[in-house]
């Protein structure tokens, strides 16, 4: 690589300045590992489409620098989108009123009220709820012996969890998974942008209908404890639940199935590591903490400026965009030890999955419990797993991971004999 220095500044080498990160094919055509090392080293704040050719953003890709940003909620809102495609179109129309997209004094509130609804008695039905399905659904596909993870297992856990949790009938969750799968990320290339925005309109009309019928007969769910609640003596409005419900479905949905499906994909490329958590030579928590650093299923979070920003020589200017890297911090060498080796056992591992400061991740306990019910039904009820096939990746510009992986499973027989049938 040559880097061509002009005065202060160093001049982006061709084959950075070549990739659109708002492109999700260009998560599939390049060498991202290669990229980000790169960035890290030569350009820590880097300005993107620069030359005018690609969307202009800032990219923020040490660990150092990520965490701060993430927690600098005075220089930085999120009220005008946290996500590429919201910040590029200029806004997104929930802010004030969704979790994510809220700052301040409103977004402790909400956030305090939202809470209460992930009580620990609330939690608890819903772990358990995670422990049964993840072991029914996991001895199921190893009686069966093949098949595609994805699809089979790992799809079907994070919307009973998150279903459960606010109380969408169990028969909704086929139809709703759809429309998450739409709305984010796609397993199709083509798809068009217009049927990602379909699908989250029937989101918050299904969730309209949902509030509706909770205020009508009140039960134990999310749901109902957020319309009993209130903020300064104000009750939330049903947009205020709907957009929030809608926060929690998407936010909840895609990156614990893509974590799950990570972990099957990771240890069947890596039999020494199998074999160390088979065995119980690592613990289940440590093991969750470094697939999901492995995984980072949100590859990038962001913001827009609200003051004048410096940042290793550059000025990113009030007003502009700044997109922070999960995947790139994950992988900072002057963080982890040897960053691109997967090694269940490694302490510490303060990844940066779940963000950082006031908008951490409301979910980061319930994703834990669902990877790591997923790892302790694996290491019971097979002795190994292989592809069968070759593994389709997701297109997206904010998450990373499969949609699709055909694997073979061993039986553990003494272990299946625990399962039930
Ligand atoms: C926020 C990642 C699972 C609900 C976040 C943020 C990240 C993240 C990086 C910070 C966004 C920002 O700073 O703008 C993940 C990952 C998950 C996961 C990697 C799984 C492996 C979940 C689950 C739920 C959930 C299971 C719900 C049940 C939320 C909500 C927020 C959030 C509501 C907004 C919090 C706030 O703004 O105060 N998540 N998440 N997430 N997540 Fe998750």
Redesign the pocket.
């Known amino acids: 690589m040559t880097v061509q220095t002009t005065g202060s500044r160093t001049a982006v080498p061709d084959g950075i300045s070549a990739v659109n990160l708002a492109d999700p094919k260009s998560y599939l055509e390049n060498d991202m590992d290669a990229y980000w090392r790169r960035l890290r080293a030569d350009h820590p704040a880097y300005r993107h489409g620069r030359d005018g050719e690609y969307p202009e953003f800032w990219v923020v890709s040490r660990y150092a620098d990520v965490m701060a940003l993430?927690r600098d909620d005075r220089r930085l809102t999120?009220e005008k989108g946290?996500?590429l495609v919201t910040l590029l179109a200029g806004g997104d129309s929930a802010a004030g009123q969704m979790?994510?997209?809220?700052d301040g004094r409103r977004?402790k509130d909400?956030?305090n009220v939202?809470l209460r609804a992930?009580s620990p008695r609330a939690l608890a039905h819903v772990t358990d709820l995670v422990r049964t399905n993840t072991r029914a659904l996991v001895s199921d596909f190893v009686r069966r012996g093949s098949g595609d993870f994805a699809a089979e297992v790992a799809s079907v856990i994070?919307m009973t969890?998150?279903g459960g949790?606010l109380g969408v009938p169990q028969r909704d969750h086929p139809y709703l998974l759809g429309l998450t799968k739409s709305s984010l990320s796609s397993d199709e290339a083509d798809q068009a942008p217009e049927e990602a925005f379909l699908a989250r309109n029937e989101i918050l009309l299904y969730f309209s209908d949902l509030v509706a019928e909770r205020r009508a007969d009140p039960q134990d769910d999310v749901i109902t404890t957020l319309t009993q609640s209130d903020i300064d003596g104000v009750p939330l409005t049903d947009q205020d639940i709907v957009f929030?419900c809608y926060?929690?479905?998407l936010?909840?949905?895609e990156?614990?199935r893509?974590?799950m499906i990570e972990a099957v994909h990771a240890l069947s490329r890596e039999p020494e590591q199998w074999r160390r958590l088979k065995q119980g030579e690592v613990t289940l928590e440590s093991a969750v903490e470094e697939i999901?650093r492995w995984?980072?299923?949100?590859m990038n979070?962001?913001?827009r400026a609200l003051v004048d920003i410096e940042l290793h020589g550059e000025t990113i200017k009030a007003g502009d965009v700044v997109t922070?890297w999960?995947i790139s911090a994950n992988r900072d060498d002057a963080v982890f030890d040897d960053p691109f080796t997967l090694d269940l056992g490694r302490t510490p591992n303060k990844h940066?999955?779940?963000?950082?400061?006031?908008?951490?991740?409301?979910?980061?306990y319930?994703?834990?419990v669902?990877?790591k019910e997923m790892l302790d039904a694996l290491r019971t009820f097979t002795t190994g797993f292989e592809l069968t096939g070759e593994p389709r990746r997701i297109h997206s510009n904010l998450m990373t991971g499969m949609s699709y992986l055909p694997v073979g499973f061993t039986a553990d027989e003494a272990g299946l004999a625990t399962a039930g049938s």
């Open positions: 993430y999120s946290n996500v979790l994510a997209v809220t977004h909400l956030r939202m992930f994070p969890t998150v949790l929030n926060s929690l479905i936010g909840g949905d990156t614990s893509l974590s999901l995984a980072s299923p949100a979070f962001g913001r922070l999960n940066i999955t779940f963000g950082y400061g006031p908008h951490f991740c409301l979910g980061a319930l994703a834990r669902e990877v």
